[in-house]
């Protein structure tokens, strides 16, 4: 027995322990860093944005403390922050009472508006799973129609000395409302509240007061809120609303008065009322879409009483709207089986122009002193049927034009009578009446007809009489269009319209002289388009006008996944000479460029949700000319072909390379095989393309850009070019690519291959061969070779990253070399790294020299020897010239050159950090030679320097009448007619230099001089 009432004892004891532990401990816990850190983590999860609480302190007692509260949501734009909230109750008060709040005080809160964040995009579309039924949760149901929380629920809400502020452009602060003090209690489900505020200017007043009825269950808030709202604004300053407005957007600022009284009634989201009065005073608005304009509206007024009603719908009992510029007044309802809306508006035209004359282009040496425009609209449905009568009036227009007053005698006038029945149309009334043209329309979709009629010239003439157009011109239209049904249950609309003896001019300048312009269509379109998207529809389309005819087709026109598809047939037949002209007159090319011939052209393929894929063309130009300064360029026979046609007679064969990728929707996404243009992404494929004209041919095979902007980053390619070198050297000086004077001779084959199926691991193979080569300058040769080739091959990230070079070959009469080497690096700091063998012939080099520089140089050598190459791809200038790297030897057998006779002579040569280092040895007259120059390669040239023999620089050598001698001389010398801007370095000469031939010596060194070019 005291063994059990030992262990009760225990048991009590260790009870009351952690009663009083806990008591003592759970402030501390929910109040250190740990608790908050915590708490803090699952509020995030479940709100929009971040909350973040510096610190927070709660007691049994004293009540809950937080201090330095942030919340912010860059998504919105929003961020607001509270030094300080305080609850009244504590831990033992809300756990005794869990219903009553207390007395919570908000201080200082500060509401933060700037700009929102913009979303980014997501990389994949978002998997959307499909719903699996779930049993029902009987408990779950039980507790959505339980009691609201708030039932039985009291606290009490105090907001002091609030302030809202926003960011406006050039990151200026603007404070929209201070004094802020807000008062709400909430009671059994009743929620009162009264808001006020003092605007930035502390003029402006705005102030709320209502209350809202909380449902009693859950689940039913927007069902049965109920709310009743009083606002009142007292001369509100819209001038910091409207540059926080405009700092979101391309709106104007300004400046205003508002006054304004608004009473809002709601029940649920279905029945509220609204009613008031506005007023505006002196608007000034500037900035924005307005661009120079500066509008000011005196007065204006609004007055609004709206409902609605979830039996009935919307009703608009009344909706003015009053100022000085235009009156708007409106009434109607929309509902399920009932819609009708009835509307007027009169706009006084001259107060717009003056208003917005920029906006308008409106005439400086004109105005406009009376006209109204006056609409009228009137909506109605009973049912299915949905009437619409509308009708715009403008009238009484007159006013002062180069200072001459005018009137027009007639309104323009445009009304429209329609009858919509589910899709049927029928269109009762469609009359435009104006001084210039006249048009009328009448029937439905299966009969209908409209015919119009119009001056041009008199149109422009009127039209210039108000507003700055730069276009003029003259002609009679004639337009006719019908719509008729036909037996395959789609609408065949058909057009034409004409101008005769039509002129364009732009500026004054003639863009298109007299003759017949003429357009014709016809679309077929299924009464179900474009709601269902098996229902495609066909158009054709034809104009002629006086640079030539063109012709479009296009057929099964559908809209798929948000998008357009179509086939489509092109057929075009342009002067170019005419189309040069249009050119030239909207600045597109220069007025001495001229072109001429005659372009035919035919294309026919498919577009596809921004893909536009070409599977035939067969284009032509017949006699072209292209004329430009130090250009004039003419070819007989221009042909492009995609699908090249096969011989007369035969049955055409087309045969392609085969188009390969990862999967169906990218095979499809870039043009399914065919040549295609990516609009999204800017992506290009070429395909079986071939070019032929007096230039040379051109087959491509594939050339794949992943963006058409960066031309150099080729994804695929295969290409082979054959060209008239002569040709080639006429066009490029053209262009001014090629120095004048300067000329080729022979021919160019080309192959460029580029394998790889994306941006990452490519293959280059290319090889160039020139036959029958030969270099002119001034008519003279200057360089001639039978055979030149050259090879390259390399594999990696060619355009962006690491690349192995396997192997670059040139082969030509001068220059033999071949090498191996790399790309390192990524893009915008790669190094181009090669290693290999070089062997030039010095007797080939030797007569190039001749030729270009006129020097009487005799060499002979071909040796092989080694070479390393360092070069950055992506520098200029000074940057260059330091990171270039060359090492290579050379080696001459004999050179002659002004009496000199050099044998034996090796010059290995080493290009460093700018500085060009060089060692000559060998023989030399029967004596050694060791020359060691540098070459500093500057931006900034030394003076001219000149050592003769007997200066000073020579004192105290030997008799130059002797045997040998030996001297050292550093000085600037120039060793070729044009030289780099600086050379220095140390030449020391081993005798003998000079030998005795009939008492004269056969060679004296007369003068070396130095100097910038």
Not at 94 to 118: C, H, M, Q, W, Y
Not at 435 to 440: D, G, K, S, V, Y
Request: proline fraction near 5%.
């Amino acid at each position: 027995m005291g063994f059990v009432n030992k262990r009760w004892k225990y048991f009590l004891t260790s009870a009351l322990v952690l009663v009083v532990a806990f008591i003592v401990l759970l402030p501390p816990i929910l109040s250190s860093n740990f608790a908050r850190r915590l708490i803090l983590a699952r509020i995030n999860e479940k709100i929009p944005g971040e909350l973040i609480v510096n610190s927070w302190l709660v007691g049994w007692s004293q009540g809950v403390l937080c201090r330095n509260i942030t919340y912010r949501n860059p998504d919105l734009g929003i961020r607001v922050t509270i030094p300080k909230i305080t609850c009244s109750h504590g831990l033992l008060e809300l756990a005794t009472d869990p219903k009553n709040l207390g007395f919570i005080t908000v201080d200082s809160p500060v509401v933060e508006i700037t700009s929102r964040l913009k979303a980014k995009p997501k990389s994949g579309p978002a998997k959307i799973a499909s719903p699996r039924p779930r049993p029902e949760n009987r408990k779950g149901k039980e507790k959505e129609k339980g009691l609201s929380p708030w039932e039985g629920m009291v606290a009490e809400l105090l907001v002091k000395n609030g302030q809202v502020n926003a960011a406006a452009a050039g990151g200026k602060i603007i404070r929209l409302a201070q004094h802020l003090e807000s008062h709400s209690f909430l009671s059994d489900g009743v929620v009162t509240f009264d808001l006020k505020f003092a605007a930035g200017d502390k003029k402006g007043r705005v102030a709320a007061q209502g209350s809202l009825n909380l449902p009693v269950r859950q689940g039913t808030l927007p069902e049965t809120l109920l709310a009743q709202v009083d606002v009142k604004i007292a001369d509100l300053q819209l001038k910091e609303i409207l540059a926080t407005a405009a700092s979101r957007g391309d709106l104007p600022t300004g400046q205003g008065i508002l006054n304004a009284d608004f009473n809002l009634k709601a029940a649920g989201t279905r029945d509220f009322n609204v009613q008031g009065k506005a007023t505006l005073n002196a608007l000034r608005l500037s900035g924005g879409f307005l661009g120079r304009d500066r509008p000011v509206l005196r007065n204006v007024r609004l007055a609004l009483d709206c409902d609605r009603k979830a039996d009935r719908g919307w009703h608009l009992s009344r909706l003015d709207l009053d100022s000085d510029l235009a009156s708007l007044h409106a009434a109607g309802e929309y509902g399920a089986a009932h819609k009708q809306l009835a509307g007027r508006a009169k706009v006084n035209l001259p107060v717009l122009f003056d208003l917005f004359p920029h906006l308008f282009k409106v005439r400086k040496d004109g105005r406009l002193k009376s006209g109204t425009l006056d609409l009228d609209v009137t909506l109605a449905q009973v049912g299915r049927t949905v009437k619409l009568t509308a009708g715009a009036r403008a009238d009484r227009l007159g006013g002062v034009f180069h200072g001459r007053s005018f009137v027009w005698n007639k309104p323009v006038s445009l009304w429209l009578a329609a009858e919509k029945n589910g899709r049927d149309v029928q269109i009762s009334r469609l009359d435009l009446e104006a001084p210039f043209i006249h048009a009328r329309g009448r029937g439905d979709l299966a009969s209908f007809s409209l015919e119009a009629s119009a001056d041009l010239k008199q149109a422009f003439r009127e039209i210039k009489k108000f507003f700055v157009f730069q276009w003029s011109g003259g002609g009679t239209l004639a337009l006719k269009a019908t719509s008729t049904l036909r037996d395959d249950h789609r609408y065949q609309v058909d057009t034409n319209f004409t101008i005769s003896k039509c002129t364009l001019f732009h500026s004054g300048q003639l863009v298109l002289p007299p003759h017949q312009l003429s357009f014709t269509s016809r679309v077929l379109v299924p009464r179900s388009f474009p709601w269902q998207q098996d229902s495609p529809l066909d158009v054709r389309l034809a104009v002629s006008s006086w640079p030539g005819k063109i012709t479009l087709t296009a057929g099964g026109l559908q809209r798929r996944a948000g998008s357009f598809s179509s086939r489509y047939a092109v057929d075009t037949d342009l002067d170019l000479e005419r189309v040069a002209d249009l050119l030239q007159t909207f600045g597109i090319i220069h007025r001495e460029t001229t072109m001429a011939g005659n372009l035919r052209l035919q294309a026919s393929g498919f577009f596809d949700r921004g893909t536009l894929a070409v599977r035939e063309l067969d284009g032509k130009i017949a006699d072209f000319v292209l004329n430009r300064p130090g250009l004039a360029y003419h070819d007989r026979n221009i042909r492009l072909l995609i699908n090249k046609p096969a011989a007369k007679g035969r049955q055409p064969v087309f045969v392609h390379s085969l188009a390969v990728s990862k999967n169906r929707a990218e095979f499809f996404r870039t043009g399914a095989g065919n040549t295609a243009v990516v609009f999204p992404g800017h992506r290009l494929f070429l395909r079986n393309v071939h070019v032929e004209a007096a230039l040379g041919k051109m087959t491509v095979k594939e050339l794949a850009l992943a963006d058409w902007q960066r031309p150099l980053e080729i994804l695929r390619s295969g290409i082979k070019m054959d060209v008239d070198l002569k040709r080639l050297a006429k066009l490029l000086r053209g262009m001014g690519k090629l120095p004048p004077q300067t000329g080729l001779r022979g021919s160019a084959h080309l192959v460029f291959d580029v394998s790889g199926q994306g941006p990452g691991e490519q293959r280059l193979d290319s090889k160039l061969q020139l036959r029958n080569f030969s270099l002119f300058r001034r008519k003279k040769k200057l360089y001639a070779d039978r055979n030149i080739s050259a090879a390259v091959e390399m594999q990696g990230r060619l355009f962006s990253g690491n690349a192995v070079i396997k192997t670059v070959a040139l082969h030509s009469g001068p220059l033999d070399l071949e090498a191996t080497g790399s790309i390192e690096g990524t893009k915008g700091k790669r190094l181009l790294k090669a290693r290999g063998k070089l062997t030039p012939d010095l007797k080939r080099v030797a007569s190039i020299l001749h030729n270009r520089f006129g020097l009487d140089l005799k060499m002979t050598g071909r040796k092989t020897e080694a070479f390393i190459l360092q070069y950055p791809l992506d520098e200029e200038g000074a940057e260059l010239k330091k990171h270039f790297e060359f090492f290579t030897k050379l080696y001459a057998a004999h050179v002659g050159y002004l009496g000199l006779d050099l044998s034996n002579l090796d010059m290995p040569v080493y290009l460093e950090k700018g500085v060009l280092h060089m060692d000559f040895t060998g023989r030399v007259n029967g004596g050694t030679l060791d020359l060691a120059p540098e070459l500093t390669l500057t931006s900034k040239p030394f003076l001219p320097c000149r050592v003769t023999a007997g200066s000073s620089p020579m004192s105290g050598c030997k008799s130059p009448w002797s045997n040998s001698w030996d001297v050292c001389i550093r000085c600037l010398v120039c060793w070729q007619p044009h030289p780099v801007n600086s050379r220095s370095g140390s030449i020391r000469f081993h005798g003998p230099w000079f030998t005795r031939a009939a008492g004269r010596p056969r060679f004296r060194l007369f003068s070396m001089s130095a100097g910038s070019s």
